[in-house]
């Protein structure tokens, strides 16, 4: 952290030898630096290691001496952000400064409050300045704070014109805090040295430093950043990794520590994003391509390029890993072209505190308990989030796509038995599309929104979205710790009295092209990859890389339940996954999804009548499917 | 004597040729590899049904038959595109002289700065903020300003409306064709001769309006054709703007150009056999056109 140092606590074989490690202080600098632990006046500390045996040096991470501030500043973060609710509940996201919205004489205590949270925060911003000897870029934004609430306690009238101020700034002071917990270090290496013997030097000579970036510049010509871990058999499995850098190391490890000593199969592993399709369509691309999803496995396998697997050994038994439907994003024509590796399905996420200050107790079960709802919501300036596809309309159903939530509750699906046509005209499919529609045009949910911010504003106290939306807050907003969570997503009531909460879901998968030569070694490699054990290992390996945010949506069922999700959050993720229906992708899906936003938007942008216009593009929808099938067939 | 002579003129005459070559080779290289060849093939593609896995088979002239008479979208595209290349083609090539007139009054150092301001839209990748600025939700800054001065109650879907797309496309379009054609304009406008304006002045030219047109834009020839051929193709070729500002595919195919119909089914539906037809079509109207335009402005004299 820019002019703070990181702290950490050194432990010699599990005791801290003295008090001075207990927080050796390693100051900001953006060169080599070496850090000597020394006592106050300046001497070396030695640490006596006995000889003969070895030793384990542990290095913790502590708040150090910037802790007491931090204490200080959490409590007055969460008061700070209660009362931005609720002045945001009575002058709304955008105030009208025509309006006198007297914040002052609905909440009395708020000038009393500002003037002491602005007293504390001066009192802090001291601290921190006693500590580094200057004011950081840190202690300006403590200071831009205590300034704006002073501004606020003076004029209580304009408090809704500083209202954007306060959010900026209370999201400042946040995310600073969160970046201290980090207390961020890179260490190149230890030394340790006895008494008669120098530290190296660190301080690096100008010209041994160009001859370095000469040297390392002309090495990156050479050097192939795509292959992550080769082979040098000729028939090795070339296997693509669809996503980054971290992921592929992930799977290279488990690959060369647990497949290929077992198996005897060389792997070659290589990171490939996009241009999977294209390599395979010109006859370059790899044996096994991995993580790749939305509609390009059943586009593939409709064209003849990737190997048929359920009629493969073993294919019963690994497809017991996963959840019931799961393989019907990889289905074409009868046959099961990929194997799932991730599977990501929505869920209702809801502010807790915003709801009981609305004066909402019960969580909606229901799409019909959810629109009672809004009333109470939009009063207080509040909206609910759904799920509506942005402008790129891909080929797959989105999970969570308010539509295919009500059909699938409905029990229906979007085509017929044979897929030769949709189900749209039937009358469930009308009134759920008129029901979808409504809620936006009746009801004023709103099209678009950033479901991050408004979450994390509170603004969107309900928001619909797959359930790795967790991830990220629990990253990137944890002044929210403890404020939200979720559940199930909202279900419609079937006549024998049952409330059916399916959903949708996505995912990406592992598919064998059929130019491969070694098809077994390649099924073989899959059915590892995709067994619960690796799916576990793998997912620890990714989350111990990225940290939460980089949390695996694995699709195998056990795997899921071994990662770190609390009891109480599994058992929700399960419960929803169980109910889980697919939609399937088949050639002609682009024109299902595109020609259902075009009917949605015509109906809620030009108020059209939603049964005219749904029952209009499903004419083109159905004559698209034919045409499609016409087209394959030959 | 005289056989010498020509002799040394011919072997002047043969190494210049060969170094001029040699400076050509390497643009002509990519030129002819990854222009000239791609065009000559697509033409033959276009008569096959070439789905880019299996081996084309020749279907003679069905794809060119469901392109014009069965292809609802393809008309339509046809429609978006006339009227996109008339608003954004010569709106945005007088826009190009106009500016580049204006820039040319200013003094030196203004000149270079004014210029990258204009060119830079046409290099960065203007999407996002562009997103950003015509926003459905509230917080778009379109949306938030006409809320604020009480035009609008709530917010518009400015790039999911079918009726507000096409503007909103061909806006983007104009701020970003300042490109290779302003700057050949630009370039042509420092390249006058001087005394030709006083040769004006002398023989009775009396208003700005009356140099522009006697010398200014007869001395501008070449750039100005060059400037009309660079904006022809673009209008005609628009297709990444509306794809990246309102999505693909547009709500109703509101801004669906010809382009972007052939990218549809050459990417998304996996036909490249009639995206090819589209491309081949497309091609000769282009074609067409500026052989049209050439002859305009080579008679303007």
């Not at chain 1, 979205?465 to 909202?490: D, H, I, M, R």
């Not at chain 2, 979208?73 to 978006?80: A, E, H, K, L, P």
């Amino acid at each position: 952290m820019r002019g703070f140092n990181s702290a950490r606590r050194i432990s010699i074989d599990g005791e801290v030898p003295c008090s001075e490690f207990e927080n050796v202080r390693f100051s900001y600098d953006n060169d080599w630096q070496n850090v000597i632990p020394q006592t106050d006046e300046g001497e070396d500390i030695y640490v006596y290691l006995t000889a003969g045996e070895g030793h384990n040096i542990t290095m913790e991470a502590v708040p150090g001496d910037i802790g007491e501030p931090m204490r200080k500043l959490e409590p007055i973060v969460d008061e700070l952000n209660e009362y931005y609710r609720r002045i945001l509940m009575i002058t709304g996201p955008s105030p009208d400064k025509y309006t006198d919205y007297n914040v002052d004489r609905v909440i009395p205590e708020i000038t009393g409050d500002f003037k002491d949270i602005s007293g504390r925060l001066k009192e802090i911003k001291k601290s921190i300045e006693d500590l580094t000897g200057f004011t950081g870029s840190e202690a300006a934004g403590i200071e831009r704070m205590y300034v704006i609430l002073d501004k606020c306690t003076e004029k209580p009238a304009r408090i809704p014109m500083y209202l954007s101020q306060l959010k900026d700034n209370i999201a400042a002071i946040s995310s600073w805090m969160r970046d201290y917990r980090d207390q961020p270090l890179e260490i190149d290496y230890i030394e340790i040295a006895s008494a008669d013997a120098e530290f190296s030097q660190v301080k690096e000579n100008f010209f041994s430093s160009l001859a370095f970036g000469a040297k390392a510049f002309i090495a990156s010509f050479k050097q192939d950043y795509s292959l992550v871990s080769g082979s040098e058999k000729k028939d090795a499995l070339t296997v693509w990794v669809s996503l980054g850098r971290d992921q592929a190391l992930a799977v290279k490890e488990l690959v060369e520590s647990e497949f290929t000593p077992v198996y005897d199969i060389p792997v070659n592993i290589s990171i490939v994003q996009g241009g999977v399709v294209e390599a395979a369509l010109a006859g370059k691309g790899p044996d096994v391509a991995l993580f790749l999803g939305g509609e390009f496995p059943v586009n593939l396998a409709a064209r003849g390029l990737l190997e048929r697997l359920d009629e493969k050994d073993g294919f019963e038994e690994a497809k017991q890993n996963f959840q019931e439907e799961a393989m019907t994003q990889y289905t074409y024509d009868g046959g099961v072209y990929g194997m799932p590796l991730s599977q990501s399905f929505p869920v209702m996420f809801y502010r807790k505190d915003i709801l009981t200050e609305a004066g909402i107790t019960t969580l909606p079960e229901t799409w019909d308990d959810l629109v009672e709802m809004m009333p109470a919501l939009q009063r207080n300036n509040l909206h609910a989030g759904l799920v509506l596809p942005s402008s790129n309309i891909s080929a797959s159903t989105e999970p969570g796509h308010t539509f295919a939530l009500l059909m699938l509750q409905n029990g229906l699906g979007y085509y017929n038995d044979d897929m030769t046509a949709t189900t749209f005209d039937s009358v469930s499919a009308v009134q759920s599309f008129e029901k979808w529609t409504d809620l936006y045009t009746d009801y004023r949910f709103e099209q678009v929104y950033d479901p991050f911010s408004r979450f994390r504003d509170g603004t969107y106290p309900i928001v619909i979205q797959n359930y790795t939306f967790c991830n990220q807050l629990k990253s990137a907003a944890p002044e929210l710790n403890g404020l939200w969570g979720f559940t199930l997503v909202p279900g419609t009531e079937l006549p024998d009295g049952t409330v059916s909460h399916a959903a949708n879901s996505a995912g990406s998968g592992a598919v064998v092209f059929t130019k491969t030569k070694n098809k077994d070694d390649a099924w073989q490699f899959l059915k590892w990859f995709t067994s619960t054990e690796v799916q576990s290992e793998y997912g620890t390996l990714v989350e111990g890389l990225l940290g939460t945010m980089g949390r695996y949506d694995t699709a195998n069922t056990e795997a899921l339940s071994n990662l770190s999700w609390t009891p109480a959050e599994l058992k929700i993720l399960e419960t929803q996954r169980d109910e889980l229906k697919e939609i399937p992708v088949i050639p002609a899906s682009y024109a299902v999804t595109r020609n259902i936003m075009t009917a949605f938007r015509e109906t809620v942008n030009s108020h059209r009548n939603p049964r005219d216009t749904i029952m209009w593009y499903n004419r083109d929808i159905n004559t698209e499917i034919k045409r499609k099938l016409k087209d394959l067939a030959e | 004597m005289k056989p010498e002579k020509n002799r040394k003129k011919r072997s002047y005459n043969r190494s210049e040729s060969i170094e001029c070559w040699l400076m050509l080779a390497p643009f002509l290289a990519f030129f002819v590899l990854f222009t000239v060849i791609p065009v000559l093939i697509s033409l033959p593609v276009g008569f096959t049904d070439f789905d880019m896995i299996n081996m084309p088979h020749f279907t003679g002239l069905s794809n060119f038959k469901n392109l014009f008479l069965s292809d609802r979208i393809f008309i339509r595209s046809i429609r978006t595109t006339l009227i996109f290349a008339i608003f954004s083609g010569p709106v945005s090539y007088v826009l190009c002289f106009m500016l580049a007139w204006l820039i040319n009054e200013l003094p030196k150092h203004l000149k270079t700065v004014f210029t990258l301001i204009f060119y830079i839209p046409s290099m960065a990748s203007v999407y996002t903020v562009w997103q950003l600025i015509f926003s459905g939700d509230q917080y778009g800054y379109v949306n938030s300003v006409l809320m604020d001065l009480g035009i609008l109650t709530s917010a518009r879907q400015w790039l999911t409306d079918s009726r507000y797309i096409l503007f909103v496309v061909i806006l983007v379009q104009l701020w970003i064709s300042l490109g290779a054609g302003f700057l050949a304009l630009r370039a042509g406008f420092q390249n006058i001769d001087k005394s030709l304006y006083e040769a004006g002045a002398v023989e009775g030219i009396k208003n700005r309006w009356q140099e522009l047109v006697y010398i200014t834009v007869p001395a501008m020839k070449p750039q100005m054709l060059f400037a009309a051929v660079m904006q022809i193709v673009a209008a005609f070729t628009a297709d990444i703007v509306g794809r990246n500002l309102v999505g693909f595919p547009s709500t109703d195919y509101a801004a669906h150009t010809v382009m972007t119909h052939a990218y549809d089914y050459g990417w998304v539906r996996y036909e490249m056999g009639y995206s090819s037809a589209i491309c081949t079509v497309l091609f000769l109207v282009m074609y067409g056109v500026n052989k049209l335009i050439t002859r305009l402005l080579a008679q303007e004299d």
